[in-house]
């Protein structure tokens, strides 16, 4: 039982290129999320889904794309990287109820 | 919009002292989380507050819910320097039909650093 997986662990891009961050989870969990930190702002959403087909924006949506085509995987496109993506990425996954979050290692991404 | 601000948001403390951490929010919340994070890792859960009154301990480490304050507390006592970290609370949105499925708003985080 591996949990919430993130890959890769660190990226470097130059702006312009795109990318996908993955996140696997084995949990059978419905909820799925991708969170970005940056330093002083806390966590911030970035899309979620409830269940595999359905996704939803977050608080800070622009720039990135997501699909969930399967209950396991979540992953979270860069179409266009910009400098201002560069932050740390979390992907989390929670059961329907008591809502408690498992949070993934985290992708460390730098835009140059 | 559910908002929530921690404070502090940096505290250094001696071993042994006692201290709070406190987190308020803008809109009634019916749960409440907390978690620690260490340095260049992920985010650890350590208390949830599913009720106005709850209480939770842990080691060195009490949270309380006042849903009528819209307010939680994260107390530590006679800290040691392994309780270094950086503390978030996050209250969970209320169901309502325009705002998706409920979700958690994160504070900004309360980087603790215990000295010996």
């Known amino acids: 039982n591996a949990g919430v997986t993130q890959t890769p662990k660190f990226q470097v891009l130059k702006t312009g290129q795109s990318m996908t961050l993955q996140c696997a989870q084995d949990m059978n969990h419905e909820y799925m999320s991708w969170y970005r930190q940056d330093p002083g702002m806390g966590l911030r959403l970035i899309h979620y889904?409830?269940?595999?087909?359905?996704?939803d924006q977050g608080e800070v949506p622009n720039g990135y794309n997501v699909s969930r085509s399967t209950t396991e995987d979540f992953p979270l496109r860069l179409l266009s990287a910009a400098p201002s993506q560069t932050s740390v990425y979390f992907c989390a996954t929670r059961l329907t109820a008591p809502y408690e979050q498992y949070f993934g290692p985290g992708t460390r991404l730098t835009v140059t | 919009e559910l908002k929530v601000e921690q404070n502090p948001l940096f505290l250094s403390m001696q071993e042994g002292k006692n201290y709070t951490i406190y987190c308020n929010y803008s809109?009634?919340?019916?749960?409440l989380y907390w978690y620690r994070q260490d340095p260049g890792k992920s985010l650890e859960s350590l208390f949830v507050l599913l009720s106005n009154g709850a209480v939770k301990q842990e080691g060195r480490l009490m949270a309380s819910l006042d849903t009528k304050a819209r307010l939680s507390t994260l107390h530590i006592t006679a800290a040691v320097h392994d309780l270094s970290a950086t503390y978030f609370c996050?209250?969970?949105?209320?169901?309502?039909?325009?705002?998706?499925?409920?979700?958690?708003?994160f504070g900004q985080g309360t980087r603790l650093t215990i000295n010996p």
């Open positions: 996050a209250p969970k949105t209320r169901p309502d039909v325009n705002q998706g499925a409920q979700k958690l708003v």
């Open positions: 809109t009634t919340s019916d749960r």
């Open positions: 889904s409830v269940g595999a087909g359905i996704t």
